[in-house]
């Protein structure tokens, strides 16, 4: 049994890693931003802390993280304007980053998009820019960390049917179902060979993909 803090707690990804974890006995801590959303976030076996993280520094991040095993990253600004963008994909996930090394907690899981790297190629004039350069500030900052970082870069979200399978290795991975990103968040915790890896996926097909677990040990 392992306890894992989720940022993003209310997030369609987040709601759907929720069940899987306690499922298997791990105690889930989500963090949220809105009281409102406290009963749907406890109905999936977590318990619900509600925060700001937008407005809590890296100390009181630190104690929030302090006593967990793990800390996921599933947050966002979910667009809206630049400013907010930045305060939260990059800014606040940065201060986590930092709050983990202080607490002393050594295993973080980051969720970032499939695209995220120097040369993602979004123009700066693209209203996607922001997004696509805060998401690789923070990847960057995880990697300069010593924490036993994971970085996951799934393709395109849908709300599809998960299928248990992902495609580590085709050069469009396409898109892939917010179930299966739950699932390998999950998976990822326990796998030591995720650690220090940036791991780009999709759904694939069914011939090009394979069970979730087998992709992240190879």
């Given amino acids: 049994m392992s306890r894992i803090i989720v940022f993003g707690g209310h997030g369609r990804i987040a709601l759907q890693l929720a069940p899987i974890l306690a499922g298997r006995g791990d105690e889930v801590t989500a963090v949220i931003r809105n ?5 749907d976030v ?21 104690d929030l993280i302090r006593g967990h095993d793990a800390v996921v990253w599933s947050a966002g600004a979910g ?24 607490a002393g907690v050594a ?24 997004y696509a350069d ?38 469009d991975r396409g898109r892939v179902a917010r179930g299966d990103v739950a699932a390998v968040i999950a998976a990822a915790l326990v796998e030591p060979a995720t650690i220090g890896r940036t791991i780009r996926f999709g759904n694939g097909s069914q011939e090009s ?3 979730i677990a087998d992709a992240l040990a190879r």
Wanted: proline residues 7%; negative net charge; glycine residues 10%.
């Fill in 35 to 39: 009281p409102d959303h406290v009963a």
């Fill in 42 to 62: 406890e109905r999936t076996g977590a318990t619900a802390r509600v925060n700001d993280i937008e407005k809590l520094d890296t100390a009181a991040l630190a």
């Fill in 79 to 102: 667009g809206g304007s630049p400013e907010r963008t930045y305060a939260v994909d990059r800014d606040a996930a940065i201060r986590t980053m930092d709050a983990a090394g202080a």
């Fill in 107 to 130: 295993r973080y899981v980051m969720v970032s998009w499939l695209g995220s790297s120097a040369d993602h190629g979004v123009p700066e004039g693209d209203s996607f820019f922001p």
């Fill in 134 to 171: 805060a998401k690789w500030a923070a990847d960057e900052h995880l990697r300069s960390t010593d924490l036993d970082g994971t970085i996951l870069g799934p393709g395109g979200l849908t709300d599809d049917e998960p299928t248990g399978r992902i495609d580590l290795d085709a050069p």
């Fill in 209 to 211: 993909s394979e069970p």
